[in-house]
């Protein structure tokens, strides 16, 4: 599938990028965001609550559980977000810089992870760093696949997730700055049949943005 262009750059869809390397340890470290948005004039996006390290070695049920207890709205929130100052770039924007799942939520609104496409895409730099991988979907019956543009489209998805190597992503410099995008529909009409596109463009760097 060739690269889609939003307003900002070109990315890459998840699908694109190689899975996560067999034999590597797998991340012991979730960080969980959930994300909002008002309108006052223009829509604007920002975390409205999070927690930036959950030990999943601890965690009930390790990550399916942490999952689960997110799209369920059962999970307790430790960082009240929207009272941090901005963080740079975008309000969106997310300091990584270890190996971490980053887990998005989108607070109950008229609105949805992308139906047809994955839920996030990368920058070329982001891809070419090799430090992104397995973008996952949940639906509203708490599965989590990766999209497949063979099957059908599913709506009903407030959760996704991915993986995000912060150490590989920094590299000799110590500091990275990679183009992320979200992807949503937005929801209208009766029965909320109509959907209207979206990109979100937060980046994921360190130093920088929201969390540690």
Do not use: C
């Not at 960080?31 to 959950?54: L, P, Q």
């Not at 999952?67 to 963080?87: H, K």
């Not at 937005?186 to 209207?196: D, N, Q």
């Amino acid at each position: 599938m060739a690269m889609r262009t939003d307003r900002r750059m070109r990315t890459v869809p998840f699908e694109e990028l190689g899975p996560f390397p067999a034999g590597q340890n797998r991340p012991v470290i979730a960080t969980v965001r959930e994300i909002d948005a008002e309108v006052d004039g223009d829509i604007s996006f920002f975390f409205s609550r999070g927690t930036f390290a959950v030990d999943l070695r601890t965690y009930g049920g390790g990550l399916p559980g942490l999952v689960e207890d997110v799209r369920a709205g059962t999970f307790q929130y430790v960082d009240n977000l929207s009272s941090r100052p901005q963080p740079p770039m975008t309000p969106l924007s997310l300091n990584n810089q270890r190996l971490s799942y980053v887990i998005y939520k989108l607070r109950s609104r008229n609105w949805q992870f992308a139906r047809k496409h994955p839920p996030f895409s990368i920058g070329k730099k982001g891809k070419d760093a090799n430090a992104y991988f397995e973008a996952m979907r949940v639906d509203r019956h708490g599965v989590a696949e990766p999209v497949d543009p063979l099957k059908a489209a599913k709506d009903g998805s407030m959760v996704a997730y991915f993986i995000a190597d912060g150490a590989k992503a920094t590299g000799f410099t110590g500091r990275y700055v990679h183009a992320l995008n979200v992807h949503v529909d937005l929801l209208f009409g009766s029965g909320g049949r109509g959907y209207m596109p979206l990109v979100i463009d937060p980046d994921v760097r360190h130093p920088g943005g929201s969390g540690a």
